[in-house]
């Protein structure tokens, strides 16, 4: 290009330089679809569970586009853990509530604020606990989870009694 400038120059003329057509680049990147759950308490322990009480404890969910969630009660209920059965009137079985609160951000719906009885989310019935969050998501969403159960209304089998809480969530096809 220089040797043409100086050739043009010692020739008399004169060059006129324009401008070139504009290149446009498109540039692209990707982040995949992510739902992420944590919990700094993976085991809870209640308590005495023959009188009504509560517990709560935090979920930070973080999903980066809408997603699905489902809890699950293993056992339907809280049972004694040595397996035995009830014998004479008393009983080897808890029955609990859970709540499950999250604030969303953005899409249609506000937050989630899901309550089931132990029993619907066991596998015999599996008629709560499950949805999706409609077009929203949640970043770094704090989630409460509250267990709550009511005096006993028979008496209990002593022993510990246990249940595993299956919470699952994904990204929505």
């Known amino acids: 290009m220089w040797r043409w400038a100086v050739a043009v120059a010692l020739v008399g003329g004169t060059a006129t330089v324009q401008a070139a057509d504009p290149l446009e680049i498109l540039v692209t990147g990707t982040i995949e679809k992510n739902c992420a759950l944590a919990t700094a308490d993976a085991d809870v322990d209640l308590g005495r ?47 609990y509530r859970v709540r499950f609160t999250l604030p969303l951000e953005d899409g249609d719906l506000g937050g989630l604020d899901v309550v089931c009885g132990s029993e619907e989310l066991g596998a ?42 299956i919470v699952t969530f994904g990204v929505k096809p």
């Not at 267990?147 to 209990?156: E, F, G, I, N, T």
């Open 49 to 95: 569970v023959d009188r009504a009480g509560w517990v709560s404890f935090a979920l930070e969910v973080s999903c980066n586009t809408p997603f699905t969630y489902e809890i699950r009660s293993a056992n339907g209920a809280l049972v004694q853990a040595s397996g035995l059965r009830p014998i004479g009137g008393f009983e080897v079985r808890v029955p």
């Open 124 to 165: 015999a019935f599996r008629r709560c606990g499950a949805g999706d969050s409609g077009t929203s998501i949640a970043i770094r969403g704090r989630a409460t989870v509250t267990l709550s159960w009511p005096d006993a209304r028979s008496p209990l089998l002593a022993g510990v009694y246990t249940d595993r809480l």
